[in-house]
């Protein structure tokens, strides 16, 4: 089992470039989710789906955040344009809805630098 | 909202010896459950424990111990016969249901220092 993959591991961009991470699931794991840790506001969910669908994402910070999924193996969160207040480690997380494991489980994380 | 506090932004403790982490939270909900997560300077996430807030029982993972006080909302971890390799970072989480169908809510954490 592979874990939760993340790409990059690290990402330094300038304000205003584009900035799209990535994460593939558990293979068999229907929930994911995406959260950003700081240091003044700790981690924070910002969005998750449920079997592909979005289902809640109140917790995306303001409309240059986006996040897809458009299968069960790969989700993108994407920022647009990038500022410096976005710097952040972002984690994404998948479970499973079955019930037989529903432990969240973690990427390793990327560590996200605007300058 | 749900909210999750964990009050020691910093705790230290001796090899061998036993400490208690804080957390407390804040819900309406009857049924929901509770999480401690680990963060070593890796910082991957790694689940210690979990309980179900319907079960009476405190939950035990080896050294890992919580005291679950529903009616204070109050959940707090014991580790036990602490060891150099629980230095970490410690969140407490909440979820209304069982972490596959919500998200989590995390406190600020608890800097776990253990003296050698």
């Known amino acids: 089992d592979a874990g939760v993959i993340q790409s990059p591991r690290h990402e330094v961009t300038e304000m205003g470039q584009e900035v799209t991470l990535r994460c593939k699931p558990i293979?068999?794991?229907?929930?994911l989710f995406w959260y950003r840790q700081t240091m003044m506001r700790g981690l924070e969910l910002l969005i998750y789906?449920?079997?592909?669908?979005?289902?809640?994402d109140s917790g995306m910070p303001e409309d240059r955040f986006s996040a897809k999924m458009p299968n069960a193996s790969f989700s993108t969160l994407k920022i647009q344009p990038s500022e410096p207040r976005d710097s952040a480690v972002y984690f994404c997380?998948?479970?499973?809805?079955?019930?037989?494991?529903?432990?969240?489980?973690f990427g390793p994380g990327t560590r996200l630098t605007v300058t | 909202a749900q909210t999750v506090t964990q009050s020691q932004p910093e705790m230290s403790v001796q090899e061998a010896e036993t400490v208690t982490l804080s957390c407390t939270y804040d819900?309406?909900?009857?049924?929901?459950?509770l999480f401690w997560y680990k963060q070593p300077p890796s910082r991957q996430m790694i689940l210690v424990i979990r309980?179900?807030?319907?079960?009476?029982q405190n939950a035990t993972e080896n050294r890992f111990s919580v005291n679950f006080q529903k009616a204070a909302k109050s959940f707090s971890l014991k580790i036990s016969d602490s060891q150099l390799g629980d230095a970490a970072m410690y969140f407490c989480?909440?979820?209304?249901?069982?972490?596959?169908?919500?998200?989590?809510?995390f406190g600020k954490g608890t800097h776990l220092i253990i003296q050698p």
């Open positions: 997380a998948s479970s499973s809805l079955a019930g037989i494991s529903y432990e969240q489980y």
């Open positions: 293979s068999g794991h229907n929930s």
């Open positions: 789906f449920n079997n592909n669908v979005p289902i809640d």
């Open positions: 819900t309406s909900e009857s049924d929901y459950y």
């Open positions: 309980q179900e807030a319907y079960k009476q």
């Open positions: 989480a909440y979820a209304m249901s069982m972490g596959g169908a919500d998200g989590l809510t």
